[in-house]
């Protein structure tokens, strides 16, 4: 009969978070101790960068998670990074359905106004969001999704059979693809 001890935990000096395993925090990237930095080997690097793990030595502040200059662009939300932005309510659902579909958590952020149907830019975006750590991975899964001109398209859940957002019905199965919640 084998007991299993568990896994150590800890409490980030930061942000608070409780994660187990690894030598910083997977929320704000604080190093439980410190390390040379990548960018800078002479200084001693504070935190991880919460994207790539790369020891930074500048760049977080008390509460934002650590970034590397290649992730510094990235916008983060409560520990959520943002890995696509757009205004149309299905596609972003199917996104997000796609990422949960590959084990990726991930959810919306709407600033769309529902009472009043005009496009205002910027200030009506769906934001879908992943943890921070899991960025990378679900940039990759959208990647996959996307043609030589960036344009994203999906697969029908029935048949395979690759659709265009907004299309009510599957073309090759006839599968119903409208079904869909919108974005809350």
């Known amino acids: 009969m084998s007991v299993e001890t568990p896994e150590q ?10 994660y187990a395993g690894g030598d910083s925090c ?6 439980r101790q410190p390390v040379p930095c990548d960018e800078h080997p002479d200084r001693t690097a504070h935190s991880r960068c919460v994207f790539c793990g790369r020891p930074v030595c500048e760049g977080a502040g ?3 998670p650590a970034r590397c200059d290649e992730h510094a662009g990235v916008t983060v939300i409560a520990g959520w990074s943002q890995v ?4 149309d309510d299905l596609e972003s659902t199917l996104i997000v359905q796609n990422l949960r579909a590959e084990g990726i958590d991930a959810q919306l952020y709407s600033q769309k106004d529902d009472v009043f149907p005009v496009d205002l ?5 769906i934001r879908v969001l992943v943890p921070v ?7 990759e899964i959208i990647e996959s ?10 697969a029908c ?7 265009d957002s907004g299309q009510a019905a599957c073309a090759a199965c006839g599968a119903d693809l409208g079904g869909l919640s919108p974005a809350v």
Not at 26 to 31: D, F, N, Q, T, V
Not at 121 to 125: K, T, Y
Not at 157 to 163: K, L, R
Request: net charge negative; charged share 20%.
């Open 26 to 31: 997977p929320s704000c990237g604080a190093l």
């Open 133 to 139: 750590w899991e960025h990378q991975a679900a940039r």
């Open 84 to 87: 696509y932005t757009t205004a």
């Open 62 to 64: 008390d509460a934002t």
């Open 9 to 18: 935990t800890f409490a980030c000096a930061r942000c608070g978070a409780e």
């Open 157 to 163: 859940p029935s048949c395979g059979e690759a659709y």
């Open 121 to 125: 830019g910027e200030l009506s975006i």
């Open 145 to 154: 999704y996307s043609d030589r001109e960036g344009e994203l398209g999906f």
